[in-house]
């Protein structure tokens, strides 16, 4: 018997694809990019087409299991779901009694963003709210830009990313959408077949840049630089939207005082990009209408990176982009999808802390007795890795992780409970780059004995003897309770796979004003001034932008962007992804590789204070001199070496809402041996 299923991509990509499940006597046999969806339009990419492949890999994990070796080993015997829970249950409880609920910190991560089953949802937490269980900040992606471009427009969300097609100038902003999330570019070329620009601003040389018009290799860290320095162009073409800013917009005087203090040579001096070259950008965006800007989470893994959008997210209100369809800006959409998120912190018994996903190397201290991990490969992927590995090992910490495959993480479990995929669960998505609502219905039966999440902690609850009702709530009835706010029906949902936000198409964001508390675009901010930040946005320079050469015991910016065969951790066991990936791989600009002696293919040292690991070096001018680049990604076990590139990464906060520096750490690199 053969039947087809709609499902959705779960992974932390801005494109949440709509797929199709084709399952053969109980068996999945083909999944692909649902053809009826307006922006999957049919593909996948390189990583989810192997993902019927990695749900039935050899290494998943599919029992309950218990440590039997040291923390860190990664030594396991399987028990039933009955002891696991009991044992659990056991644990929970003492701590509770003993420390208080605060004692637990729930780690979840992106592994999936569904709002069922994931980060972005209700999966656990209103279960930790009933114990009292620290609040956790999941700080590690986007976070920095979020309250910056909150800041000017009173939200993160901004424009659909179908009118690029519309776009006359687009700049692609520190994204590489190639890599990260491509079918932005189907709309990207539509543009272009119609006259438009395209220009990449980006330290490297992706393979976005490469297709782009033009590239501009900015100095990492200086974007907000060079935000400023166009709108100085802006102003002396006169081009400024003077009657949008004197109706939609607050605080122009002042703000136009600080771009007055950005000329264009001096611009250059910060960006390291020619004179001319800012100039001619400067130009063209004072005189094309509409310019649409695409800018992602890459460049504000920075100490500046909350500026850098905040100055960028001004150019709009300068331009009067917003006016048209094509114009404007987006960094995520998922702020327009209004699912009611209600994880009932009215069950919490007290107020609790909030402890911050970044900040596991120094948070996990005595006072944290438990940590649950579920979506999460903390171990590849947060900061300072050696320092989480020291912590990890803390004998007297509980340790549960959930997850599909024996990741770093797994290694230091005391109880590894098996997580279903998601052609095995229930869920619902919503992008954070386009405007559909995705339905994810399960297509087979769990392999082994995998659960849910959320059947997981229905099945604990239980076990802890909770009593509060919605702890038991079915799938459905959280689908339900989601959709509850956004006009769109389950039904209708469930019966096409997908449904678009409720919103006028083509769709001007800022066409009701701007939900700020002046309703005008803000370039000027009580808010910020109120959270300690500029009142007028400036430039912020990133930790590795702002020292003077000679101050530096590691010279070189180390950049650790999206790799194009994983998904941060995910897919990074995945034999033939790994083999694509000639990774773990280090860039490095020929004027740094000469002087270390390094040759082109060698094993290297990349090394800072806080530790070490070990890449291939690639000798390109893909990277600018001073810069070299390490995509995320490959898990420390698998790598020469092992560690990956987050055991230099600072635990260091961004200067907004505590954003995370990935991209913004200083290091050395020699031969390895
Ligand atoms: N294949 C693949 N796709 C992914 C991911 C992945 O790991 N692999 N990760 C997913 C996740 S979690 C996210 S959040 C998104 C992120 O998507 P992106 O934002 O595209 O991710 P990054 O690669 O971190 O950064 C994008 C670009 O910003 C550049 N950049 C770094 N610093 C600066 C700077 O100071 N200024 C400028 N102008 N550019 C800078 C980097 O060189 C990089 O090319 O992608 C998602 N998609
Ligand atoms: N050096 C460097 N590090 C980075 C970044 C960077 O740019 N550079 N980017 C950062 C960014 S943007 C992000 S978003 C974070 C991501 O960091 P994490 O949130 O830790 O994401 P992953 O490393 O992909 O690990 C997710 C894990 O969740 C598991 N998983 C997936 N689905 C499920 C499920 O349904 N249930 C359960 N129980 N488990 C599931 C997967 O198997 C995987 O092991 O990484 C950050 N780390
Ligand atoms: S990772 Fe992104 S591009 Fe690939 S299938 Fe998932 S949503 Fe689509
Ligand atoms: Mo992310």
């Not at 990509?13 to 068996?27: R, Y």
């Not at 504000?300 to 001004?314: E, M, W, Y």
């Not at 959270?531 to 400036?538: A, E, F, I, W």
Request: glycine share 10%.
């Amino acid at each position: 018997m053969t039947s087809t299923t709609f499902g959705a991509c779960p992974l932390d990509c801005p494109d949440t694809c709509s797929w199709v499940v084709t399952v053969q006597d109980g068996k999945a046999v083909s999944l692909r990019g649902n053809r009826e969806h307006p922006f999957t339009r049919g593909a996948l990419c390189v990583k989810v087409n192997r993902y019927l492949e990695h749900a039935r890999a050899a290494d998943r994990i599919l029992y309950p299991m218990r440590r039997v070796g040291p923390k860190g080993s990664g030594r396991f015997e399987r028990i039933s779901w009955d002891e696991a829970l009991s044992e659990i249950a056991t644990r929970l409880h003492s701590i509770i009694d003993e420390y208080g609920g605060e004692a637990i910190w729930p780690y979840q991560g992106t592994g999936t963003l569904g709002y069922i089953q994931g980060e972005s949802g209700k999966a656990g937490r209103r279960f930790w709210n009933v114990l009292g269980a620290s609040k956790h900040d999941m700080n590690i992606c986007s976070r920095a830009g979020n309250v910056g471009l909150r800041y000017v427009n009173g939200t993160p969300g901004g424009m659909d990313p179908e009118t690029f097609a519309l776009s006359k100038l687009i700049l692609l902003w520190g994204t590489n959408p190639l890599t990260s999330g491509h079918h932005v570019w189907k709309f990207i070329q539509e543009a272009r077949a119609a006259g438009a620009y395209v220009v990449a601003i980006d330290p490297i040389r992706t393979r976005t840049a490469d297709q782009a018009d033009e590239h501009l290799p900015i100095r990492p860290g200086t974007d907000a630089a060079l935000a400023l320095g166009l709108l100085h162009v802006v102003l002396e073409e006169g081009a400024e939207d003077r009657d949008f800013i004197e109706r939609y917009t607050l605080g122009w005087e002042e703000f136009q005082a600080e771009i007055r203090k950005y000329p264009v040579d001096r611009v250059a001096e910060i960006t390291g990009l020619p004179a001319e070259r800012i100039r001619s950008l400067g130009v063209r965006l004072a005189h094309t209408r509409p310019t649409g800007i695409r800018v992602t989470m890459g460049i504000q893994r920075h100490a500046g990176g909350g500026a850098a959008l905040r100055a960028i997210a001004c150019i709009p209100g300068v331009t009067g982009d917003w006016r048209y369809p094509g114009g404007g800006l987006v960094y995520s959409t998922s702020a327009h999808a209004r699912l009611n998120v209600d994880v009932r912190e009215d069950l919490l018994p007290k107020p609790v802390r909030t402890l911050t996903m970044t900040r596991l190397a120094s948070s996990l201290d005595e006072t944290v007795k438990c940590l649950w991990v579920y979506g999460a490969n903390p171990v590849g992927s947060s900061p300072d890795q050696n320092r989480i590995r020291a912590a990890l090992q803390r004998e007297d910490l509980f340790t549960v992780v959930m997850e599909h495959f024996p990741t770093d993480t797994v290694d230091y479990a005391d109880i590894v409970l098996p997580a279903t995929m998601q052609i095995e669960h229930m869920d619902l998505h919503a992008g954070y780059g386009h405007m559909y609502l995705i339905w994810n219905e399960p297509a087979v039966e769990p392999p082994g004995e995998c659960l849910s999440t959320t059947e997981t902690f229905r099945r604990l609850a239980r076990h802890m003897g909770l009593t509060e009702p919605c702890l038991y709530d079915s799938d459905l009835e959280i689908a339900e309770q989601l959709l509850s706010t956004t006009g769109i029906s389950l039904e209708e949902l469930r019966k096409k796979g997908w449904a678009r936000l409720d919103v006028p198409d083509p769709f001007l964001p800022f066409a009701d004003g701007f939900p700020t508390p002046s309703g005008r675009l803000e370039f000027v901010s009580a808010r910020a001034e109120a959270d300690g930040q500029p009142r007028v946005p400036g430039y912020t320079p990133s930790l590795t932008a702002g020292t003077a050469p000679a101050d530096r015991a590691y010279p070189l910016t180390l950049i650790t962007p999206a790799q194009h065969m994983f998904l941060n951790t995910t897919f990074g066991n995945n034999p033939e992804l790994l083999r694509r990936s000639k990774g773990p791989k280090v860039l490095v600009n020929e004027a740094d590789a000469k002087p270390r002696g390094l040759v082109d293919g060698q094993l290297a040292r990349v090394f800072n204070r806080n530790g070490e690991f070990t890449a291939y070096v690639e000798i390109t001018d893909r990277v600018r001199p001073g810069v070299v680049a390490a995509p995320k990604g490959h898990w420390p076990k698998l790598s020469p070496g092992g560690a990956n590139p987050n055991a230099v990464v600072d635990e260091r906060d961004a200067d907004m809402g505590k954003g995370a520096v990935f991209h913004d750490n200083f290091v050395d690199i020699a031969p390895a041996g």
